[in-house]
């Protein structure tokens, strides 16, 4: 009997180890796949060293790493993200999600910074050196940025040199770490901007030309015609004749003649929200890429598509979007070809109207509106979508 409950106990004990052993290995392979896709380094550890990731992403230094606190049935498994900024800031500050020890040593007099924004101010507990000038940093754009990080992950502190979250856990999804990286790159990114005050002149600058004065004999009334200038007391009146401003229209021009183009909102050419995400989000772009090609092309333009509906909400506040009431939809589009292979699909984030009625999800919709915003990280196009075709 003693001996059956002594074998049954070795059996266990090398099921554990076997167990343990093929979730390291199956760990191994995930965290190897990840550091190869961002381009990391990946050392697997040891029994006696943790795993570790690191390397640098868009002048971001990055490390991520496995921690054991704690000893035998007290141990506790942790994966903390650290991203550093491309630059140091130039303001020494720490900032941290307000919680119930924080908000106790705030009401025994600990030092904490208020921004004058009651709703920041009561999320988080700020420390500086130079309150002024850590007020002067968190501009509303920042303090915005930093609430939205906040909501998105648990366990988030940052300072004037990196931001740092924790996973309570050994982190085993490979799709899961890329999205945490990439998104604490871009916010590290994102802080490290210089917020330039344009400073107006005290003095106009100096004139690089002779100005001169409109001939007398062209002056545009609000009639449309064109007149002369009025006549002097005691003269005659000038024989300048009215002659009225030809209204524009759409027929071609007489052969031979010159015309001033002017756009026309009406005749706005479409682009393809498909072929857009395929190109943002199909090839290894980083995310200064994707932007840039953002910014140049396709900011403003006019989208249409289809894809597949996943939520749709009414809204009252958002981040790209602005405030007042809308339907906030996400439609999911597939992308045909990922040089990653490991998305295989990006999102349209939709603006429309309250009017718009509620649909099912899971099945087709058709949209169209005009493009707003590239999230290069979340793989995710803004469209202020003011019509729509089911």
């Not at 990196?162 to 899961?176: H, I, P």
């Not at 990439?182 to 802080?191: I, K, N, T």
């Not at 309250?354 to 196009?381: I, N």
């Amino acid at each position: 009997m003693e001996a059956g409950i002594f074998f049954l106990f070795i059996i266990i004990v090398i099921g554990s180890i076997l167990f343990s052993i093929q979730q390291s290995k199956q760990l191994d392979q995930t965290w190897s796949a990840v550091a190869r896709s961002l381009g990391l380094m990946y050392d697997s550890g040891s029994m006696m060293k943790d795993r570790v990731m690191s390397g640098n992403i868009d002048g971001c230094a990055v490390t991520v790493q496995t921690l054991t606190r704690g000893s035998g049935k007290d141990s506790k498994k942790y994966t903390r993200y650290q991203v550093s900024y491309p630059r140091t800031m130039r303001v020494s500050f720490r900032i941290s999600r307000q919680g119930f020890v924080n908000s106790l040593t705030k009401a025994f007099g600990a030092q904490d910074i208020e921004m004058g924004d009651r709703e920041f101010d009561q999320l988080f507990m700020i420390k500086g050196d130079d309150a002024h000038a850590v007020a002067q940093f968190l501009t509303l754009e920042r303090r915005e940025k930093i609430t939205r990080l906040f909501h998105e992950f648990n366990d988030v502190e940052m300072d004037e040199i990196s931001l740092t979250s924790v996973y309570y856990g050994r982190e085993s999804s490979g799709s899961v770490m890329i999205e945490k990286i990439q998104r604490l790159v871009e916010f590290a990114g994102s802080m490290a901007v210089e917020q330039v005050n344009p400073v107006m002149p005290s003095s106009p600058p100096p004139l690089r030309f002779k100005p001169t004065l409109a001939h007398p004999g062209t002056i545009l009334t609000q009639a449309g015609t064109v007149v002369g200038p009025p006549p002097l007391p005691g003269s005659a009146s000038p024989s300048l004749p009215a002659t009225p401003v030809q209204p524009t229209t759409n027929e071609p021009p007489a052969e031979g003649s010159e015309t001033c183009a002017m756009p026309s909102t009406a005749s706005t050419a479409s682009e393809s929200a498909s072929m857009i995400g395929q190109t943002l989000f199909g090839q290894r772009w980083g995310i200064t890429e994707i932007d840039q090609t953002f910014a140049k092309k396709y900011r403003g333009i006019h989208v249409t598509g289809e894809g597949t509906l996943r939520s749709w909400a009414e809204n009252s506040y958002d981040f790209v979007f602005g405030t007042g009431k809308f339907v906030k939809a996400t439609i999911e589009m597939p992308l045909e070809k990922s040089a990653t292979n490991l998305h295989g699909s990006f999102q349209v984030i939709l603006k429309l109207p309250l009017s718009s009625r509620t649909t099912d999800h899971g099945r087709e919709f058709s949209f169209a509106g005009k493009l707003v915003k590239a999230d290069a990280l979340m793989r995710q196009l803004y469209v202020d979508a003011y019509e729509e075709s089911v």
